[in-house]
């Protein structure tokens, strides 16, 4: 008998080519080093989706972002907080004999969780200062540029997304590859 399992009763951070998962530790060099990621959220059953910087805080377990106080994100995590949160590198493009052969080389981790507007300004603070960290790692505060004020911190909103469940996966081929 062939029962085909229904994926939508899968969990969200199953991966079905398992030979592709990732394991903790790889996830969180990953999200260290990943340049930017897109959030989804949900308003209405209408999914939206925005690009950020963003940094991975692991001593929290919990990624931050930054963005305006208005706005439709601002909105939809005040309204809903549950997010989906991906960020992902392309590799080499991978030519096949055949057209559903053809694809490409890949990572990416996937996060699931519960993302706030951080009113603590102290966390606000911790946030900000994180995400200049890891994008502008030569320039040090009070010496390069005024460190975030209290003023700044109450018209940005810094995100943060606790993390609940995690995914990542790559796909690699050998080297020679033809093509």
């Not at 951070?13 to 990953?30: S, V």
């Amino acid at each position: 008998m062939n029962m085909k399992r229904d994926e939508a009763l899968q969990p969200f951070n199953k991966i079905r080519r398992a030979e592709r998962a990732k394991d903790d530790a790889w996830i969180r060099a990953f999200l260290h080093r990943a340049p930017f990621g897109s959030m989804a959220t949900v308003h209405d059953e209408q999914p939206f989706i925005v690009t950020r910087n963003f940094v991975y805080d692991q001593a929290v377990h919990a990624i931050y972002l930054h963005g305006a106080v208005k706005g439709r994100t601002y909105a939809n995590v005040q309204a809903n907080g549950r997010v989906c949160f991906s960020a992902s590198e392309m590799g080499r493009l991978l030519p096949a004999k055949r057209a559903m052969n053809f694809g490409v080389e890949y990572s990416g981790v996937v996060v699931f969780g519960r993302a706030k507007v951080v009113t603590d300004i102290a966390e606000a603070r911790h946030g900000m200062q994180l995400l200049l960290d890891k994008y502008f790692p030569h320039l040090q505060p009070g010496e390069d540029y005024e460190p975030a004020t209290d003023s700044d911190l109450r018209n940005t909103a810094v995100y943060r997304i606790d993390i609940e469940s995690w995914s990542g996966k790559e796909k690699q081929v050998e080297a020679d590859i033809p093509g």
